[in-house]
């Protein structure tokens, strides 16, 4: 019999606060010696550690009012170490080193200061490439604080404009949350917590569905619906699904850290203080990767995964963070829920095992993977290595093969790091240079180039899912916009371009105009847009465009068009 358990809204931030100490230091950052990069009213549209598909977001998203080409300025003095320019992800953007030993980061951008900009173009003609990652020496472009350094934009991966800023330990590269560096972001509002679920940890969260708990608000504490929870397990974790606000928004940012207590013991939590972009991809150990997919809601784990003891997550010595409950004595369970302003929002009820526990149930079929531990499978016509780092939590390995087609696990499960995956295949050796693998995983098609050996092809993905080989032949398409043709008198200060393949993937693109490399942009990988600068002279002009596959299959066009 459940015994009725009173609620303890009177629970002291005392006895809180000394607890969260035990498992997380303090946070002491250097306060306004950056100031904000963006000419806009301060203000941010997303914050460190915010939950995005297979990452973290790593920096603050920067409101420009609605526009592009807002001045952004260098958060403090220094100089532009690197320039990066690409078609997704960050797009447009800058670093800059500062003597206090930290980088700044600034994304999504359109021009840079007129200087730079020249000097960027200039390297992306001597090195025939637009997409580049660009050092440059220590004192070629210094900068003071508050020094105009761009203009802001939406390029890349961007949804809309803004400007994406990160800090970041320039040694390590390990990125910061710039909300501790004293930007003035009013915060008086709480996190809010919407639901709890519950996980019998004596098998895998991904063989396993948890139990929902909807929670209500009672004299400022939230609770779950229905009361204190009985579980059939004696061993168990949580999750929730939280969000925070800042004053005055109703954006739903990230939450900054959750701690679960154990009769007011701190067993376990995580905070989102600083992260590195070879960690950010552990989210799909930090959140229910298995009801993500499938459409549900994110559920960050409180506890963590056993693949995922580290970066975010902190538990008490001894402590693996897993709930025990030894025999049917209630346990007072508490989850505080924090922002940076240090806002706490809290669930409390009572946990309490059942006299007998459940059957864990036959195992499920397939062999058993681990993490922490080197996974090889070895079949007739499927083989693959997976190295330690590469899964969060253990599960029961299934396939099916028909034909060159091959069914690893489905897409329940994540993948934390690249694995080669091997295939035989019954193709003809002559054609084995034309050979790419195929993996679609949560509606996403995905291709790399095989490589031949030894009867098998190789290629390294980061998913489970729907593995094929196909022989590719087909070289890619090459289409003209905005009007321009063979023979036109070019009366505008662009042309463009669209190509595609049957893999999705051009692994190469260049334009020359009378033996001149041209600059063509690609931004979002899209179109690719040449406008038109000092090698596109007034008078008769012959461009040849070269594309490629990842195949190696290539197309060749050439325009005659006068100017």
């Known amino acids: 019999m459940i015994r009725p358990f009173p609620l303890f809204a009177l629970f002291s931030f005392l006895v809180f606060h000394t607890g969260y100490g035990q498992l997380f230091s303090a946070h002491n950052y250097p306060?306004?010696?950056?100031?904000?990069?963006?000419?806009?009213?301060?203000?941010?549209?997303?914050?460190?550690?915010?939950?995005?598909?297979?990452?973290?977001?790593?920096?603050?998203?920067?409101?420009?009012?609605?526009?592009?080409?807002?001045?952004?300025?260098?958060?403090?003095?220094?100089?532009?170490?690197?320039?990066?320019?690409?078609?997704?992800?960050?797009?447009?953007?800058?670093?800059?080193?500062?003597?206090?030993?930290?980088?700044?980061?600034?994304?999504?951008?359109?021009?840079?200061?007129?200087?730079?900009?020249?000097?960027?173009?200039?390297?992306?003609?001597?090195?025939?490439q637009w997409k580049i990652d660009l050092e440059l020496p220590d004192g070629l472009f210094p900068v003071e604080k508050g020094q105009f350094i761009a203009y802001s934009g939406n390029t890349g991966?961007?949804?809309?404009?803004?400007?994406?800023?990160?800090?970041?330990?320039?040694?390590?590269?390990?990125?910061?949350?710039?909300?501790?560096?004293?930007?003035?972001?009013?915060?008086?509002?709480?996190?809010?917590?919407?639901?709890?679920?519950?996980?019998?940890?004596?098998?895998?969260?991904?063989?396993?569905?948890?139990?929902?708990?909807?929670?209500?608000?009672?004299?400022?504490?939230?609770?779950?619906?229905?009361?204190?929870?009985?579980?059939?397990?004696?061993?168990?974790?949580?999750?929730?699904?939280?969000?925070?606000?800042y004053s005055g928004s109703t954006n739903q940012n990230g939450i900054f850290s959750a701690v679960v207590y154990d009769n007011d013991k701190a067993l376990a939590g995580f905070e989102m203080n600083s992260v590195s972009y070879d960690e950010t991809r552990t989210l799909n150990g930090h959140i229910d990767y298995k009801t993500k997919i499938h459409g549900g809601p994110f559920l960050q784990h409180v506890s963590p995964l056993p693949g995922c003891m580290d970066v975010i997550y902190n538990t008490a010595p001894h402590e693996d963070g897993v709930i025990r409950l030894n025999n049917t004595e209630p346990h007072r369970i508490k989850i505080a829920v924090r922002d940076v302003a240090d806002n706490l929002s809290q669930i409390q009820f009572q946990l309490q095992r059942t006299d007998i526990l459940s059957a864990v149930g036959t195992p499920a079929p397939g062999q058993l993977f681990e993490p922490n531990s080197i996974n090889i499978f070895e079949a007739e016509r499927l083989s693959f290595y997976m190295p330690e780092n590469c899964l969060f939590d253990s599960f029961h390995f299934r396939w099916t093969q028909n034909g060159n087609k091959v069914m690893l696990q489905g897409d329940e499960v994540p993948v934390n790091s690249y694995y080669p995956i091997r295939l035989k295949a019954d193709f003809d050796m002559a054609d084995t240079g034309k050979i790419v693998m195929k993996m679609t995983a949560y509606k996403k098609d995905r291709f790399k180039k095989a490589v031949y050996e030894n009867g098998w092809y190789k290629a390294s993905f980061r998913d489970f899912g729907y593995a094929e080989l196909i022989k590719d032949v087909t070289p890619p398409s090459v289409a003209t916009l905005f009007g321009f043709r063979d023979g036109i008198s070019l009366r505008v200060n662009r042309i463009a371009f669209a190509a595609t393949d049957n893999t999705k993937e051009i692994a190469e693109f260049s334009g020359w105009l009378d033996g001149q490399w041209l600059l063509f942009s690609n931004d979002k990988g899209t179109n690719f847009i040449y406008t038109v600068d000092k090698y596109c002279q007034p008078g008769e002009h012959n461009l040849r465009l070269i594309v490629k596959d990842l195949a190696g299959n290539v197309t060749e066009k050439n325009y005659h068009f006068y100017r």
């Open 157 to 245: 991966g961007s949804q809309g404009p803004h400007v994406h800023f990160e800090i970041r330990e320039t040694k390590t590269d390990k990125v910061l949350n710039p909300l501790f560096f004293g930007f003035h972001i009013p915060d008086q509002t709480p996190p809010d917590i919407i639901r709890l679920a519950v996980y019998d940890r004596r098998k895998s969260t991904y063989e396993q569905t948890p139990r929902l708990f909807p929670l209500k608000k009672v004299n400022g504490i939230y609770q779950p619906i229905g009361g204190n929870i009985t579980v059939s397990s004696d061993k168990v974790s949580f999750a929730i699904s939280a969000f925070d606000r």
């Open 31 to 128: 306060q306004q010696y950056f100031q904000w990069p963006a000419g806009a009213k301060v203000g941010i549209v997303a914050n460190f550690g915010e939950l995005r598909p297979n990452h973290y977001h790593m920096g603050l998203d920067v409101r420009t009012d609605g526009r592009v080409n807002v001045p952004v300025y260098a958060a403090a003095e220094g100089y532009v170490a690197k320039v990066h320019i690409d078609p997704t992800g960050f797009g447009r953007a800058l670093y800059i080193n500062h003597p206090n030993g930290l980088t700044t980061l600034y994304a999504h951008l359109n021009d840079f200061n007129p200087a730079l900009e020249k000097y960027v173009e200039e390297q992306q003609y001597k090195l025939k």
